[in-house]
T-cell receptor, first 114, second 110 residues
Framework: DTGVSQDPRHKITKRGQNVTFRCDPISEHNRLYWYRQTLGQGPEFLTY????????KSRLLSDRFSAERPKGSFSTLEIQRTEQGDSAMYLC????????????FGPGTRLTVT | GQSLEQPSEVTAVEGAIVQINCTYQ??????LSWYQQHDGGAPTFLSY??LDGLEETGRFSSFLSRSDSYGYLLLQELQMKDSASYFCAVRGDSNYQLIWGAGTKLIIKP
């Protein structure tokens, strides 16, 4: 049974650079979520895909963030012109319909912007 | 909007029982989830309560009182491996997002 995987696990980048993260959900899960988590806080919702459609995006999410899920399988999250405030753990989760409550998380990508 | 409150830290002794509380404010309530996260790890789903009462899963139980906007996670026969952060979460304004509390760090002493 393959769980949710994310790549890379760690990314160090300089301010102003673009970065892209990948998430491979559990194969039969049609729902995919991206979160950001900083130390001592709960995950913060970023965006949601149902199959290939991006149905929700956090109102707090900067225009520098974009996400895709081509063909409803893996997803990518891109951050353009990174800022130091983007340093965080980026988590991907997947679930089956109809449940938003029971999500399965990947190990995360830790981003450090210097 | 939604907000959740949890204690930031709880300390307990190995073998004991501990309760982690969560109070919430939501514009519409559909259920309360609990997750466990070890340091450096990913959140792991523990339980979900949509109706009032106690749900038991092994050593872990979760309780919900919708009239009090309150729930708790009960951990019995504590083991050192239970040292982790525990998060409660509720559905947001849409059916697609969870809103999470800041988490409770559980410290277990031998």
């Amino acid at each position: 049974d393959t769980g949710v995987s994310q790549d890379p696990r760690h990314k160090i980048t300089k301010r102003g650079q673009n970065v892209t993260f990948r998430c491979d959900p559990i194969s039969e899960h049609n729902r995919l979520y991206w979160y950001r988590q900083t130390l001592g806080q709960g995950p913060e919702f970023l965006t949601y895909f149902q199959n290939e459609a991006q149905l929700e995006k956090s109102r707090l999410l900067s225009d520098r963030f974009s996400a895709e899920r081509p063909k409803g399988s893996f997803s990518t999250l891109e951050i353009q012109r990174t800022e130091q405030g983007d340093s965080a753990m980026y988590l991907c989760a997947s679930s089956l319909d109809p449940g938003v409550y029971e999500q399965y998380f990947g190990p995360g990508t830790r981003l450090t912007v210097t | 909007g939604q907000s959740l409150e949890q204690p930031s830290e709880v300390t307990a002794v190995e073998g004991a029982i501990v309760q982690i509380n969560c109070t919430y404010q939501t514009s519409g309530f559909y259920g309360l989830s609990w997750y466990q996260q070890h340091d450096g790890g990913a959140p792991t789903f523990l339980s979900y309560n949509a109706l009032d009462g106690l749900e038991e899963t092994g050593r872990f139980s979760s309780f919900l009182s919708r009239s009090d906007s309150y729930g708790y996670l009960l951990l019995q026969e504590l083991q050192m491996k239970d040292s982790a952060s525990y998060f409660c979460a509720v559905r947001g304004d849409s059916n697609y997002q969870l809103i999470w509390g800041a988490g409770t760090k559980l410290i277990i002493k031998p």
